[in-house]
């Protein structure tokens, strides 16, 4: 199935969108953009520093539970 973003229109996966049409969904960049404020506003409300994607490429907190999304490289 071939993918497009509702948000930024970029196409991703495998398929003819002219004969199967798109699925719909956000990709990878939008998706961590549209969670970025709740999971910040999350950190915050655990009484934890707010700083889910603002790290770079490398975060030593090992067991944070936002790591995999906060982390990856879009
Ligand atoms: S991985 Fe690091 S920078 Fe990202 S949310 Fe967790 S603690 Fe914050
Ligand atoms: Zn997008």
Redesign the pocket.
């Given at each position: 199935m071939k993918y497009q973003c509702i948000r930024c229109s970029l196409t991703w996966g495998e398929g003819e969108p002219e004969r199967d049409g798109y699925s719909h969904g956000l990709c990878g960049t939008c998706l961590k953009d549209a969670l970025t404020p709740i999971y910040r506003k999350r950190?915050a409300k655990e009484g934890n520093?707010d700083?889910?994607?603002?790290?770079a490429d490398f975060?030593d907190?090992f067991t944070?539970k936002?790591?995999e999304l906060?982390?990856k490289s879009m």
């Open positions: 950190q520093f700083c889910f994607g603002k790290a975060c907190q944070c936002y790591r906060c982390l």
